[in-house]
Nanobody
């Protein structure tokens, strides 16, 4: 059974940084595109960032471009989301997602098959 587990969330003041981790078990993320999404209270889940299976392609939502960076370490079976210059509007539950397809060209903002349980990020003004 595939498990994606996010960690690294917490409370931070505006302008601060956090680094989120997504570790997988029962499945290796190697060869698979991975994504990050978030959901704020009362809003729908939205795309944040994605990285292709080999790290060669990355995509970011306009709202986080230039502030967030997605990366991966397949040897550690872990995907990261570095979040800098955080704003109160970044407050949300952040979810890691994995694509079941292997060696897919490019990245996508939809169609992920595996999801973690989420980690809360709270940014105070």
């Amino acid at each position: 059974q595939v498990h994606l587990v996010e960690s690294g969330g917490g409370w931070v003041q505006a302008g601060g940084s956090l680094r989120l981790f997504c570790a997988s078990s029962g499945w290796t993320c190697s060869g698979h595109a991975m994504g990050w999404f978030r959901q704020s209270l009362g809003k729908e889940r939205e795309f944040v960032a994605a990285i292709s299976w080999n790290g060669g392609s990355r995509d970011y939502a306009d709202s986080v471009k230039g502030r967030f960076s997605v990366s991966r370490d397949d040897a550690k079976n872990t995907v990261y989301l570095q979040m800098n210059s955080l704003k109160p509007e970044d407050t949300a539950v952040y979810y890691c997602a994995g694509d079941r397809a292997v060696y897919k060209s490019g990245v996508q903002r939809w169609g992920y098959n595996y999801w973690g349980q989420g980690t809360q990020v709270t940014v105070s003004s």
